[in-house]
């Protein structure tokens, strides 16, 4: 049984707080009594989201992995010590594989996944260094990193790594006993710029950025392993885990799921996010500006 923790008072560090699922995160959190710090490469929209909750916000590229243990000094020197890192910030280009330029594949893998390495290691050291018993990484994986996505591998690959090293971490920090966690969340499909072109697959709805926003909320409240958004999805891939694999194949094919993203690549309403991913750094190639 998981033990509960207060919100209120807490510092709570979240990156690619600017928008999306980000932002919402930090509404939820705040309106808890949590102090919010808010990263983004966008520094105009962290700042605007930490003025409306009362919270603190930094300009920063968390790609920028040998400047990260600088940022988090620097964070616990002008904010107090972190409580809570959660790593939200990514991206989702979509590519048919053979089209994905080189640089994109190295940006989703460093923002994706090194960032949340080298966070999660800075931020664990830490907290067992000066014996937090309460210290918390939340990492905000995806649904796709539990079950395939077509149009999506390497973004697949990246959060199927992240979930992994999550749960990996969690059993080993359990083993120490010494109080700090890690916890996976993985949202499914989101209404927010970077699902734009998705429509709804096998009945399911995309969800609003504030119901992920609750379900951080609630595991930051109570830390677990796991946390799907909606919560039928962990039943879902456990169903799905059980079936032979040629069932698993026709049930996707059947249901539209390989077909979703392929169909958002194609769709033109997509460019503007296409192009912010883009440019998030290290800075992906557009397929469309740079052919490989
Ligand atoms: N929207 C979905 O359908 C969905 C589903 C499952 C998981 N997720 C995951 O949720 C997280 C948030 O997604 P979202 O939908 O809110 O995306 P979003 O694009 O709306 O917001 C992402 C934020 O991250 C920031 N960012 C990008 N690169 C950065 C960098 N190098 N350093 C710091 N900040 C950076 C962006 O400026 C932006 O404010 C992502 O990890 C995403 O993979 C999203």
Redesign the pocket.
Known sequence: MARERAVSGRLVVL????????AATARALAAEGARMVL????AD??AAVAAEVDGASYG????DLEGLPGVIDRIETEQGRIDVWIN?????PLNRIEDEPAATTRAIVE??LM?VLVSTKELVRRFKGRGQRDGHVVN?????GRSPVAGAAT?SAS?AAVSMFSNALHFELRADEAGVDVSAV??????????TG?TKTGGIS?AT?EQ?ADAVLSVVRKPRMNVYVPAIIDTTLRVGGLMPSRLGEWTMRASGGDKVALAALADPARAA?EQ??AH??PAAEHPEENPA
Do not use: Q, W
Not at 60 to 63: F, G, K, L, M
Not at 88 to 92: E, H, K, Y
Not at 186 to 195: K, W, Y
């Open positions: 990156t690619g707080g600017g928008r999306g699922i980000g990263l983004d490469l966008d929209a962290a920063c590229d968390v790609t939200n910030a990514g991206i989702m923002l994706n960032a905000i994986s995806s649904a796709a973004y959060k993985h949202p499914g499909m989101v209404s927010t710029e970077l699902a998705f995309p950025p992920v996010y912010r991913a998030s750094a």
